[in-house]
């Protein structure tokens, strides 16, 4: 990966995501496992468009790109593999519409990786931005609800048991499907057009995986030019302060791996990255995406 990219602070959760959301979103929106916060989206979407652009999110989950797209003048696909979800997600297009937002918003159920085909095909080469997140496993945040006497119950904190899900396909799966979904977008972008996903570093069997760095060149390898590499904070900033917004299954992981001995700490941002579309004039060489090498603990 290039050294020199541009690195900018994103200060993305100075709100609670649900105080974020409140209103804004459907109240069922808050079921799915893992929501990109909508201040990423909405920051994402007003630095790389412009009002009238056309906005597509392969992974979109309940909606939030759509729901922020719409809401800065934009318009808006999504594609979610849940039938549920997808529900939600043009659920939370209406209620945007519904207080005031002028961009338009259609979601289909169906799977990212055949972006390219299940969108209407008048869009190829119009689309100025991708924005998505992709899932980091099965089981994530969810919601948490304390049970006098007996500790908390967990809930909403799981994809559904569909091995086809992306949720369960692995690392190695992941990244193939990633790997198929970069080079279908690809066909939808404008020439400049951007692909700006949210990604974290992954934690598996005690090991961490840089999967921002995998993601990266997979994307490369995909014919896209790697144009950003953005910090965006999933805590607070007060002054020289961060604000804790871990939530409850974040802490868990990290009381049991620190009662284990190992010096794990809460993840306070996400790896915003960002590739464009080259003219066709620039091609690009493709890259051989290495085996990963798990990280130990503090490397």
Excluded at 58 to 86: N, S
Excluded at 225 to 237: D, P, Q, S
Aim: aromatic share 6%; with cysteine; glycine share 10%.
């Amino acid at each position: 990966m290039p050294t020199d990219l541009p690195l900018s602070v994103w200060r993305s959760a100075q709100q609670p995501a649900r105080a974020q959301r409140a209103g804004r979103y459907v109240e069922l929106s808050g079921t799915h496992p893992a929501r990109m916060l909508s201040a990423i989206a909405k920051r994402a979407i007003a630095t790389y468009t412009k009002p009238g652009d056309l906005v597509v999110d392969p992974l979109c989950g309940v909606g939030t790109t759509l729901v922020e797209a719409a809401h800065l003048w934009r318009d808006a696909i999504g594609i979610e593999y849940e039938q549920h979800w997808a529900d939600l997600a043009a659920g939370n297009v209406a209620h945007a519409r519904s207080q005031g937002a002028t961009g338009e918003g259609e979601v289909i159920c169906g799977d990212g990786r055949d972006v390219a085909s299940l969108v209407d095909p008048a869009v190829r080469g119009l689309v100025a931005l991708v924005l998505t997140s992709p899932p980091y496993g099965p089981s994530l945040h969810g919601q948490v609800t304390a049970v006098p006497g007996g500790g908390v119950r967990k809930s909403h904190d799981r994809y559904s048991t569909d091995p086809a899900n992306l949720a369960h396909v692995g690392l190695t799966g992941l990244l193939d499907a990633m790997r198929v979904m970069f080079t279908g977008v690809a066909v939808l972008l404008r020439p400049g057009g951007m692909v700006v996903m949210a990604v974290r570093p992954w934690w598996r069997s005690g090991r961490l995986i840089d999967l921002p760095g995998a993601l990266a060149r997979v994307g490369e390898q995909a014919g896209l030019v790697l144009y950003e590499r953005n910090v965006a904070f999933i805590c607070g900033l007060r002054d020289d302060q961060l604000v804790p917004r871990a939530s409850f299954f974040a802490l868990e992981q990290v009381r049991k791996a620190r009662a284990r001995g190992v010096p794990r700490l809460v993840t306070a941002h996400e790896d915003l990255i960002a590739w464009r579309k080259a003219p066709p004039s620039v091609s690009s060489a493709k890259v051989k995406v290495p085996q990963l090498e798990p990280k130990g603990p503090g490397q």
